[in-house]
């Protein structure tokens, strides 16, 4: 019989088949005591086995690419930090096995990344998926990780760590549903970026049995357990649509009556450039520079080898537009030589632009280094600062960006909710504002944008969020400057309809949802985007609004 679950849908398209699980162990070794002269054997054991990992996981970042590889080298990075392994030395010094010191030392640091304000929270999958990894070469058995089939299947997992989805095999792997995570996990942007259906954070996911036929639509979260065939059809049918849609729809980014909206890319770097070209983006929204800086976590890159990576980007979209966003270190992007690492609260405290004007050598080293990329290319460069909290902000950014001799329009990421409140304000500093959703939704509702148990409270579709949208579209329109979005939410096609309709005038978004959006946008007037928009806004939930605006663009 039919069951259907509902999760949150992080990439579109439908898959159907049935369910393999990720496969699990135990993984906690015995706890038992060594001899003190056996002390340096197993010490040498246990950096022996960090180093392979971190390998390991730098190995798949290289193959995978793109927004992948930064995630990987920052979990290598975290394998092999330096506090961690002199915890681990500790613990072996005074009688611990190398495994039992690994596995106990995790655990320590676990907790403290749990209780430092729940920021951090989010990367405890990212943590365990390590520790597993090293302890399992310690023991000497294999790694649990994505299982072994000759057919396709839909992959369940409480959690999918950066290292198997990176390189899940899209011919194999139909989709995915996980438990944990939410929009904008690790797990559901490569999703994405794989073309992957996935949905996450449904409840009892683990649950589901081997072998279980699921269908699992990722545009709209719904898992169909033992669909039937007509739902199967009608899945099917909805599916072929979509698909006929995408190939027919091509060129700029427009409405049904010619209302131009810029459709762009994400992008973590020159790896990432190929499939944003070929989905035919009109230039980059948001070019993350933080890849540059994961390579070594003790020193900044220098300002040629910045260049030379910047401009490898410039270069791919002539007389396009590309947006950088310089640096944005700190919370979830530590980086040991300039973030601290005793704040109570990262989330709230030294991060984006606070450690830039901290470390005024970085940010003059970057915005050189992009002036000079850019010498001699007609594209047109914009850079913008992350984490402006007011004018003083935008204006420090601004000053900054002409002593560095940069020819560029300067902009402020709109993340946290007094820079929306104050969006006019910060317009008579800068020259275009970018939206990025999903660190907007986490400061406006205090939700941890990678804890599944809070994920309704980072859905782009709640209307307090769309209200701020709108107050930082209508300042912009006042100041006849530009406001994008350049988070998560543009991805999703219904909503960047919505967002049109808020007065935003132009969406970035990763590569393969950039068709889905182009021929959804090309369905719709402005003025069914402006009352669909309107609709959403007076919902009172998240449900509520996506439901408004489907009823108003479907003329119901």
Not at 148 to 167: E, M, N
């Amino acid at each position: 019989m039919e069951t259907t679950l509902r999760g949150v849908g992080v990439s579109h398209g439908v898959a159907i088949g049935e369910v393999r699980h990720m496969g699990t162990a135990v993984l906690e070794p015995p706890a038992k005591q060594i001899p003190a002269q056996e002390a340096g054997r197993e010490q040498g054991r246990a950096r022996q086995a960090v180093d392979a990992v971190a390998a390991d996981l730098m190995a798949r970042g290289n193959l995978a690419g793109g927004e992948a590889q930064a995630v990987l080298e920052a979990q290598a990075m975290m394998a092999q930090d330096p506090e961690l392994m002199a915890d681990v030395d500790r613990r072996i010094a005074v009688g611990s096995t190398a495994e039992r010191a690994v596995y106990d030392a995790f655990a320590a640091y676990r907790e403290l990344l749990a209780g430092a304000g729940e920021y951090l929270a989010g990367r405890v999958a990212d943590l365990d998926d390590v520790r597993n990894r090293i302890v399992a070469r310690l023991l000497g058995v294999p790694m649990p990780g994505v299982p072994d089939s000759d057919h396709p299947y839909v992959l369940v997992a409480r959690d999918l760590a950066p290292a198997d989805t990176a390189l899940l095999d899209p011919s194999l792997v139909l989709g995915f549903v996980t438990e944990e995570g939410g929009p904008t996990s690790h797990s559901a942007i490569l999703a994405r970026a794989l073309g992957v259906p996935a949905v996450v954070a449904l409840p009892g996911a683990v649950e589901l049995g081997e072998g279980t036929v699921v269908a699992v639509d990722g545009s709209t979260g719904e898992v169909f357990v033992h669909p039937s065939e007509e739902r199967k059809t009608e899945l099917a049918a909805a599916a072929a649509e979509r698909r006929a849609a995408l190939a027919a729809s091509t060129g700029p980014g427009a409405t049904a009556d010619g209302h131009k909206v810029p459709l762009l890319a994400n992008v973590g770097g020159p790896a990432d450039v190929p499939a944003a070209v070929a989905a035919g983006a009109e230039g980059v929204g948001l070019f993350r520079t933080e890849f540059l800086f994961l390579d070594d976590s003790e020193r900044a890159p220098s300002e040629e080898k910045q260049i030379a990576a910047y401009r490898q980007v410039l270069e791919a979209f002539p007389e396009g537009r590309v947006v950088v966003r310089v640096l944005d270190a700190g919370a979830d992007k530590p980086l040991a030589f300039l973030t601290p690492s005793d704040e109570p609260n990262p989330a709230l405290g030294v991060r984006g632009l606070r450690t830039l004007l901290d470390h005024p050598d970085v940010l003059r080293t970057q915005l050189t280094a992009l002036a000079k990329a850019a010498e001699g290319l007609p594209v047109h460069l914009e850079v913008m600062a992350p984490m402006v909290a007011d004018r003083a902000d935008a204006r420090a950014f601004a000053d900054a960006c002409r002593a560095a001799g940069l020819r560029a329009k300067f902009g402020a990421m709109v993340e946290i909710p007094s820079a929306a409140l104050r969006a006019r304000s910060i317009l008579r500093e800068v020259e275009f504002l970018s939206l990025g959703t999903n660190d907007l939704a986490q400061y406006t509702f205090a939700a941890d944008r990678q804890v599944g148990a809070v994920s309704r409270l980072q859905d782009p579709w709640q209307p307090a969020l769309l209200d701020l949208v709108a107050l930082s579209a209508e300042a912009a329109r006042a100041e006849g400057k530009s406001c994008g979005v350049c988070g998560e939410a543009a991805s999703d096609p219904l909503l960047a309809c919505v967002l049109t309709g808020l007065g935003v005038t132009s969406l970035s978004m990763g590569a393969a949802s950039l068709p889905y959006v182009r021929a959804t946008l090309a369905k719709f007037t402005l003025a069914q985007c402006e009352r669909a928009a309107a609709a959403a806004r007076a919902a009172d939930s998240a449900e509520e609004a996506r439901g408004a605006a489907q009823g108003v663009l479907s003329g119901e």
